[in-house]
């Protein structure tokens, strides 16, 4: 069955979306999808070969070349068809560049080593919402042939950070130990907010995090009456322990931009710096901490964590060099 919401003919400035294995119930699973922009033109097809043959009527003629911007796949569907459909993708010339994304149901569970081997470029569990699949899907199209033009052949991990093995035993090690030594603070903390309000403990808002990849950084409520104090001397971030901990996040990293800066900077060298952790300090922090920044990208100056240079002792300097910071900011 196919599903047309866009009976014109797409121009070539149309973003071009094809999703598979939906039936008409996917729009319950992308949030915001943006029905009535014409910049997006997408279809339904539940039909493996009616697929394929409609993804390659877009390579096939170049009086009408126009690559797809992106394809989304039910993972349960591409399961069923014993991830067939994805090798055919990978192994097509031209739609090899397509960003390719599954969709998961809630609880169920994926290999996402697996999906990169199969030339699946990421999974998301539904609902998601469309402003950050959108942000993941311009850095791929941006990056996905870049990364296949460099190392001669197409490989979904090479565009992928890894976070080195000693930086991670480093974060679960010192987020640990920080919540433990800390644990005096949050009892009191916890205790202020729900004794004057009825909400949650934590509020959290949506940030970049590696590889382009957003999730929900965890902060204190700041809207009680000792509110002003918990952001005074940072204590409202704590939570953010808790992120480091689940592998959102890194003790040290970039700024978490929050998704309207990360559409923002989303130039080139933005785009490779975003592919590291989001940190609960760096050198964007020491700089905030000694001087105001000037604009939007003074103030999120990343710390370049990448595999290839990282060492602990870099991360220790970045803390010591932040703690120094502040002290001399609130002149203990």
Request: net charge negative; with cysteine; proline share 5%.
């Amino acid at each position: 069955m196919n599903y047309n919401f866009y009976p014109s003919a797409p121009s070539l400035a149309t973003r071009e979306m094809l999703f598979i294995g939906f039936e008409n119930s996917f729009d319950e699973n992308i949030r915001n999808f943006p029905y009535q922009n014409k910049t997006y033109y997408f279809e339904i097809i539940n039909r493996e070969e009616n697929a394929f043959r409609w993804l390659e009527s877009r390579v096939n003629d170049l009086t009408t070349y126009q690559m797809p911007f992106a394809l989304f796949c039910s993972l349960k569907w591409l399961v069923s068809k014993g991830f067939e459909f994805a090798r055919q993708i990978r192994e097509h010339a031209d739609l090899r560049f397509v960003p390719f994304v599954a969709l998961a149901e809630h609880g169920e569970t994926f290999d996402r080593k697996m999906l990169l081997e199969s030339g699946i470029d990421d999974c998301y569990t539904m609902p998601v919402q469309w402003n950050c699949l959108e942000a993941r899907l311009d850095f791929l199209n941006q990056y996905k042939w870049k990364m296949s033009e460099i190392s001669g052949q197409l490989s979904p991990e090479s565009y992928q950070y890894r976070v080195p093995v000693e930086k991670r035993i480093f974060d679960l090690a010192g987020a640990t130990l920080a919540i433990l030594f800390s644990s005096v603070i949050w009892l009191p903390v916890a205790v202020s907010i729900a004794l004057e309000t009825n909400g949650p403990l934590f509020c959290h808002s949506n940030r970049m995090g590696a590889n382009y990849r957003f999730f929900y950084m965890l902060k204190f409520r700041s809207t009680t009456r000792v509110g002003w104090l918990i952001k005074k001397y940072g204590i409202d971030e704590l939570p953010q322990l808790i992120n480091v901990l689940r592998g959102d996040m890194s003790l040290v990293g970039n700024r978490p931009l929050p998704i309207y800066e990360a559409e923002m900077l989303a130039h080139d060298e933005w785009n490779t710096r975003a592919l590291e952790p989001a940190g609960m300090t760096g050198l964007w922090r020491t700089g905030q901490l000694q001087e105001p920044a000037r604009n939007a990208e003074d103030n999120t100056e990343p710390t370049h964590t990448g595999t290839g240079s990282y060492t602990i002792w870099a991360d220790l300097a970045i803390i010591l060099k932040t703690l120094r910071a502040y002290v001399q900011k609130e002149n203990f």
